[in-house]
């Protein structure tokens, strides 16, 4: 290149060496021509050596001809240089321009295209020809992709601040023939050694793939996030090293710490209760096998809690850790508890049933044979007066002897007693009577009302204590209508409780306030509610599992049989399809609840 400039130069300076050599010559044969007065040859005009100053006035000017035209040259060559210089330069640049992947816009300081490459042409839909000279928001129009609303020209924003400016995440770039693009990327100043603002260069690239890929992303990241909380049971990523790396709404419902304190944490310091289970999160992590560890009980504020807990291993190739889920099992864990007390009870029932039907007949025959002694030495039966004679014995003073030996109360023991065992057998015989009950419609309030009363008179009698000083409220629901049932059986439920409930409020001190019974009836769905609910002691956790069951009583021998409640609970589970339940906080309150279908 440097040659190529030199010899531009050099071309010139030749022009000029044969100009100077033309000049000689021509103004030789001029004056052979014209001014030869003194008939010299032309070769004598041509070099006049015998007229010295005319030859030094040629020298002086073919010399300075030469000497001006050697610096004329010499500026020409460098000019020529620079020149062609500056096209390749710029020949360059358009190279560079059109070889850079992403599109490049440049401006000069009013915010005027002065140049741009092909991308820059693909994306925007103008060609370079048709955009220099234009503003450039006319051909760069972006918007917001969320919003839709135009965004600001990032030159606007260079030229005021005078500093790289980035466009949003959301930028969408709508071309000549709207066509839309997501772009990102930067703008910057073009700034002259003087420090001047010359324009401002924006290189932006089409993002539309990663940007729907991004979005795509994310959308799957939310959906799973959604599933994990939208799952009742407490999830908890931990990694190798117990801390925390997932953690859901349910254990921040638990913890009460929200997953951005939770992420990171020692499980230990945000889950103190799930400590124990480390040694199998790290056993899970080792063997890639699931960790179970089912109806695991904790103190909850309502007592005893069950969880399931289980431990899944991260299989994923490069991630390390485990899944921890907590599932709160309490509900199932009481019914399956309920299951297997009534399959108990019904067993035990039925043998109860059983050996009633076998008491019977011998019971029977002992109150029988009972009555007939009494009425043979005590009534005045003329075949008593027979017999006496016949033996030669005196009614009068055999019955004095057996006075004498306590023998009438012994036989009046063993009627009462008879008595007693009668009623605890067809207490018993419930279990099994269910052919030939008498179902019929019922109102529940009403019959509740009417148990009140045949409570209150059945205590008066005793005087254990005054059913009338227990305070009564009644929550009776308007929406119940009346119930398909056996209403003597059902009373006798009612009337169960009642007795139960006075019963155990009569054994509590009561510092403020008195015994008080809330009796509620409602309904919940298909089925009618009753609940009888007292402020007595309560029934403790370990006694509530066993009240249902036949013959479990508290009170002391000859004041409870232990038959109430199972009776209770056969009445309504066998015999009405319904359930019955109980629930109690010692010290504070007891709650039986007896659920059956309103019709049958
Ligand atoms: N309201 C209550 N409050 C506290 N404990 C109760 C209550 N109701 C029942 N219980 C407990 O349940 C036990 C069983 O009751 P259940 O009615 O079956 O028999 P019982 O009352 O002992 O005997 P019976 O009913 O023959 O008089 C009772 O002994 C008592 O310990
Ligand atoms: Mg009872």
Redesign the pocket.
Known sequence: MKNNGISAGNIMLLTFVLGAFFVWIAESFLEFLWFNHALSSFLEILFPLYRPHEMLMRIILVSSLLVSGGIVSHLYGKLALSEKKSRESENDLRITFKSIGDAVVATNADGRITRMNPVAERLTGWSVKDAIGVSLPEIFKIINAQTREGCESPVDKVLRTRKTVGLSNHTVLISRSGEEFQISDSASPIITEDGDIAGVVLVFRDVTEEYSREKELNRLRNYLSNIIDSMPSIIVGVDPHGRVTQWNMSAQEDTGITTNDAIGQNLSDVFPRMVMEMDKVRESVRTRKAQYELRKPRKCEDGLCYEDITIFPLIANGVEGAVIQVDDVTEQFNLEQMMIQTEKMMSVGGLAAGMAHEINNPLAAIAGNTQNIKNRIYKDLRQNTETASECDISLERMRNYLSKRDIPRMLEGIAESCNRAAKIVSNMLRFSRKSDKRFSECDLAKLMDNTIELAANDYDLKKEYDFRKIGIVKEYSDELPSVYCEENEIQQVLL?LL???A??MNEKEYDEGGPCFILRLKRDDDMACIEVE?N????PED?RNR?FEPF????GVGH???????VSYFIIADQHNGIMDVDSVPGSW?RFGVRIPISC
């Open positions: 169960n007795k139960n409930g019963q155990a007292d007595g002691p309560g029934i006694i009240v479990y009583s508290t009170k409870g049989t232990g038959l109430g409640l199972s007891t």
